[in-house]
Structure formats: C-alpha cells, structure tokens
C-alpha cells in the first residue's frame, strides 16, 4: 500500500514515471495528481509528453520506471481495455468511432446487451442507449448513424462511450479542438454533471481561456518533465504560458494592413458548389491575409476545397491575376501556386508512414529532379533541416517518421512542405489546431512574414480571437453564403458574430456592407 492512504482525497497519481523511445526521451521522472471530485488542467507545448502519459495511463505504452496509483493502490494497466474496465476512460484528440454504425451501436461496441450468451437485438441495445444519452442530457438519437453528426455530436458519442464504462477517472485530450463557444459550453456542462466526490477529470487544451473556465489546478509539464501545478483561481494565464515554454511570450501584432493599389491576385465570383456554397464573390490581394470566420458547418472549409479543386464547382468563376482558370484536383492548383493546408493534416496532409524529409519536400518533389530523373537528395535533406529548424519542428532528426511527432509538429511539417514550394496563394484551414501556445506565435509570425514578402493568405479559424487578430479583412460565412466582409478596423467580436448568425433569408445589401467587387 501507498502512502496514498494518508491523502485520502487524491484519486490518480503518477510518481517517478519515465518512458523513452529509439532517440528521444519521451518523459523523465514525472509525476501528477488527480484530486477527487476536480477538474485538473494538463497543459504542456507539444511534444512536451502529455500525449505519453495519456498513453500510458490508457495501456497502449509500458512505464519504463514509476509508478501509478488508483485510490491508494498500485494501477498496472495491461491495455485500452484493461484501463476501462479499471475506471480509467479516456478520450483522444482523433475520434475512434465507426462511421457506418449507428450511436447506440459505437457506445456498446463489444458489449451489445445479451441473455444467455444471446444479442438480445437493436431494441435493448437502444433502450439501454437512450437511458445513458438521457442521463447525460446529450442531444443525440442512439438510432442515428455516426457518420451522419456533426463533429460536436460526434465528440459527445465518444463523451457518452467514455463514461458508459462508470468511470472514475475521464481524461479528456484536447476535446474542444473542433467546436465553436456555444458547444464548448454544453462540454462544460457535462463535464460539472460527471464531476463528483468520486470522480475527477484530466484535462487537456491548448485553449487558455478554457482552463479558467473549466479546471481547479493546473499541472505544468516541459520537455518531458513536471514543472509545476497552480490553483486556477489564483493564477494568470501568463503565469501559465511562461511555465509552458520557459520564457515570455511577446504578442506580434498583425501588419499595418496592405498598402493602397496593390494586385489583385485572386478574384472569385458567384462561386457555387452542388453541396453547399452559393453565389460567393470575393477577392484576395498581394501580400493581405484574408479570414474566414463563421460557426462549423457555414461552409469555410468548402470554400477552400473548391478553390483547389478538391470539390467541384458548379458555377461561378475564378480569376489569377485577372486571368481566368478552372482548378480540377489540388496538384494542378500546386502548380498554379496555390498550396492548400488542410484541416484533416493526418489524411489529408501527410504520408504518415514517411519520414519528415520526404514529407516536407512532398509538394516540390518534381522540382529537385536533376537530369536523367535522380533527385537531389542533398538538396532536399538541407531545405527540410532548414525549415525544421526556422519552425522549430521538435523531432530527432529528419529521418524520424512523421506519425511518430506530436500533433503539432506534425501541422509545422504541413506547413513546411507549401513553404518548400514557394506558392503565392496559401490557403491555411485551421492552421494551429492542437498547437499550443508557444508554436501559435511562431506560426503567426510566421503568418506575418509571409504576407510582407508579398504572399497571399486565406486563413480559416474556428478561433474568432485568432481571426480578429491576424487578419486585414474579415469574410464571414453562414450556410454555404457570404454574409458580410469586415476590415480590420471595425471587425470586433460582437459584429463577427452577428453575420455568423444570419440565416440565409436574412442576407442582404444592408448586412452585407461588402461592394459588389467583394473588398471594402
């Protein structure tokens, strides 16, 4: 037994646990503990080792030292399984859910109620469904199939599998990332309604205004290693950030704006799709970053998918410096210059099975063919060291495979692989998703850079601080339309929100101040 039982109130602990990986030293004598009846905030920059403990924890690695407690007494976990069937749930950034199968059906996957050794049918597994979802005041039909929610309804599927195990302890890892405010406040809410005098909650977010909101204490961990834990209430957020990554951080505020008579490089007009856009104009010049604001589901990221041809366009026209063209597929867009940064990085943006090198020099592969068809391999292995030490990319070296850095890193590799490129349209679609504090400066910096050496932006964010503050003009998005355009001087909050309300019907010269070229 522990000395645990001296503090009865502490529900998790980890004491002394380290893990290490070919070349990297993953966590050193880290510890943590979990109160009963809290929320504890663990935040970190990525790769700092929170995903590892998390893993840990559930099963899928082994401590190579340490040790965990569970009330008072020793937690060996054998696997994810194991771990649930102990009162450990945990919830991990990337969803694993069924897509075909209905939401009763991803709940109880593997343990379908029976009699006898008998399925006892749809009927009971619902019922039983419907009596959880009830229970957790969730929004959802245990009869609806998976694939056809929203990624909010979709999270609180994976809530309501989480804790239909009647967990103790819930470890929640970056559950927001892709939700708006008023779904993080129904998260919030079931996260007070799961907390008891029995239970707590582990809680990971790269959102600092969230752990006010949410958390007790906050615990601290840097390249591998516990730093410190802080009441929430007594502490500030840039007490937090500088225990995060060891230094300051200094906001860069965005570019004067962009300069009177220059190009306009890409025009857009009456753009339509079969899904979902209609009659969109707008335009983007030289060295602007354009935002694109607008709750999940207006259609940001539809627009951004037409535009490289990755969805097709049904009407409407495009223009590249006031030459018209008809982009089919993303590679003939790449050579038009316009590389696209998706928000689905792991399917969409990487070869996760490939090592960083090849990764970041994916998108200009053709352009280091030397004669008779050899690449130029140095040449290649010098411009990823470069870019992965420019964007401070934490990685062994080059050689490391990309599914093995943290989600962060993994988007500065997307990011480096369209600045290998050289491409004058950039289209960013969440580009610091799951980036923690530290790596959005550089990003934004990074952002601010581009735009002064004369690059064009289009950046979609779910983060309206982060719209409000990196762009020259703002296009907010409702329902597959354009509801208004807002310049940096008179975008605030409350107006963003305001045409990211607006239904359809409601769209008019009155609430669209935009002229009919589509730049104020």
Same mark, same amino acid.
């Given at each position: 037994m522990?000395?645990l039982?001296a503090q009865?109130?502490?529900l998790?602990?980890a004491?002394?646990?380290g893990k290490?990986? &070919?070349?990297?030293?993953?966590?050193?004598?880290?510890?943590i503990e979990?109160?009963?009846?809290e929320?504890?905030a663990?935040v970190?920059?990525n790769?700092?080792g929170?995903?590892t403990?998390?893993?840990?924890?559930?099963?899928?690695?082994?401590?190579?030292e340490?040790?965990?407690?569970?009330?008072?007494?020793?937690? !060996?976990?054998?696997?994810?399984?194991?771990?649930?069937e102990q009162?450990?749930?945990?919830?991990h950034?990337?969803?694993?859910?069924?897509?075909?199968?209905?939401?009763a059906q991803?709940?109880?996957i593997?343990r379908?109620p029976r009699?006898g050794?008998?399925? @006892?049918?749809e009927r009971?597994?619902n019922a039983?469904?419907?009596?959880?979802i009830?229970?957790?005041?969730?929004p959802?039909?245990?009869?609806?199939?998976?694939?056809?929610?929203?990624?909010?309804?979709q999270?609180?599927v994976?809530?309501a599998?989480?804790l239909?195990?009647?967990a103790?302890v819930?470890?929640?890892d970056e559950?927001t990332?892709?939700l708006?405010?008023?779904?993080v406040?129904?998260?919030h809410?079931?996260i007070?309604?799961?907390?008891? &005098?029995?239970t707590?909650?582990?809680y990971?977010?790269?959102r600092m205004?969230?752990?006010?909101?949410?958390?007790?204490?906050?615990?601290?961990?840097?390249?591998?290693?516990?730093?410190?834990?802080?009441?929430?209430?007594?502490?500030?957020?840039g007490?937090v950030?500088?225990r995060m990554?060891?230094?300051?951080i200094?906001?860069?505020a965005?570019?004067?704006g962009?300069?009177p008579?220059r190009e306009?490089?890409l025009?857009?007009?009456?753009?339509?799709t079969k899904a979902?856009?209609?009659?969109?104009?707008?335009?983007l010049?030289?060295?602007?970053?354009?935002g694109f604001a607008?709750?999940?589901?207006?259609? !940001?990221?539809?627009?951004a998918r037409? @535009?490289?041809g990755a969805?097709?366009?049904?009407?409407?026209?495009?223009?590249?410096r006031?030459k018209?063209?008809?982009?089919?597929?993303?590679?003939?867009?790449a050579?038009? !210059?316009?590389?696209?940064?998706?928000?689905?990085r792991?399917?969409l943006?990487?070869?996760?099975?490939?090592?960083?090198?090849a990764?970041?020099?994916l998108?200009?592969?053709?352009?280091?063919f030397?004669?008779f068809?050899?690449?130029?391999?140095?040449?290649? !292995?010098e411009?990823?060291?470069?870019?992965?030490?420019s964007?401070r990319?934490?990685?062994?070296?080059?050689?490391?495979?990309v599914?093995n850095l943290?989600?962060?890193n993994?988007?500065k590799?997307v990011?480096a692989?369209?600045?290998v490129?050289?491409?004058?349209?950039?289209?960013?679609?969440?580009?610091?998703?799951g980036i923690?504090?530290g790596?959005?400066e550089e990003?934004?910096?990074?952002l601010?850079? @581009?735009?002064a050496?004369?690059?064009?932006?289009i950046?979609?964010?779910s983060?309206l601080?982060?719209?409000?503050?990196?762009?020259?003009r703002?296009v907010?998005m409702?329902e597959?339309?354009?509801t208004?355009?807002?310049g940096?001087?008179e975008?605030?909050q409350?107006?963003?929100?305001?045409?990211a309300?607006?239904?359809?019907?409601e769209?008019?010269?009155?609430?669209?101040p935009?002229t009919e070229?589509?730049?104020?």
């Open positions: 522990s000395d039982s009865p109130d502490l998790l602990e004491r002394g646990v290490s990986f &070919p070349g990297v030293r993953a966590l050193q004598d880290m510890h979990l109160r009963r009846g929320v504890l663990l970190g920059e790769g700092a929170k995903s403990l998390m893993k840990l924890l559930s099963g899928i690695y082994t401590p190579d340490g040790e965990f407690f569970l009330e008072g007494e020793p937690l !060996r976990v054998s696997g994810p399984r194991d771990a649930l009162g450990i749930s945990i919830i950034q990337e969803f694993n859910l069924m897509p075909d199968l209905t939401v991803n709940i109880y593997g379908e009699s050794g008998v399925f @006892l049918g009971a597994l039983r469904a419907a009596e959880l009830d229970r957790l005041h969730l959802l039909d245990p009869r609806q199939v998976v694939g056809n929610l929203t990624v909010a309804k999270q609180m994976e809530i599998k989480a239909s195990y009647d103790k819930l470890i929640m559950p990332a892709a708006n405010d008023a779904e406040q129904v998260l809410d079931l007070r309604r799961f907390r008891t &005098p029995d707590g909650v582990i990971i977010s790269h205004d969230e752990l006010k909101a949410i958390s007790d204490r906050i615990t601290v961990i840097r390249d591998g290693r516990y730093v410190d834990t802080l009441d929430t209430a007594t502490t500030s957020m007490e950030i500088a990554v060891g230094r300051e200094t906001s860069e965005v570019p004067e962009v300069r008579g306009t490089v025009s857009v007009r009456g753009l339509s979902l856009l209609r009659d969109l104009s707008f335009d010049q030289e060295g602007e970053i354009l607008g709750l999940m589901g207006a259609g !940001r990221t539809e627009v037409a @535009l490289v969805d097709p366009v049904e009407s409407g026209s495009v223009m590249l006031g018209p063209v008809r982009i089919t597929s993303p590679a003939e867009a050579r038009y !210059r316009i590389g696209y940064l998706s928000e689905d792991k399917h943006g990487l070869l996760l099975e490939q090592d960083v090198n990764n970041v020099v998108s200009s592969i053709r352009d280091l030397q004669a068809g050899f690449v130029r391999a140095k040449a290649m !292995r411009k990823s060291t470069e870019l992965v030490g964007l990319i934490r990685t062994p070296s080059i050689d490391q495979t599914k943290s989600g962060g993994q988007q590799v990011i692989k369209w600045l490129k050289d491409c004058d349209i950039l289209i960013f679609d969440e580009p610091t998703r923690d504090v790596a959005k990003i934004y910096r990074l601010n850079q @581009l735009a050496q004369g690059k064009s932006i950046m979609i964010s983060e601080p982060e719209v409000l503050r990196m762009s020259h703002i907010v409702s597959g339309r354009i208004g355009q807002l940096a001087d975008a605030t409350e107006s963003v929100m305001h045409f309300t607006l239904r359809p019907d769209i008019g010269p009155e609430n669209n935009a070229a589509g730049v104020r």
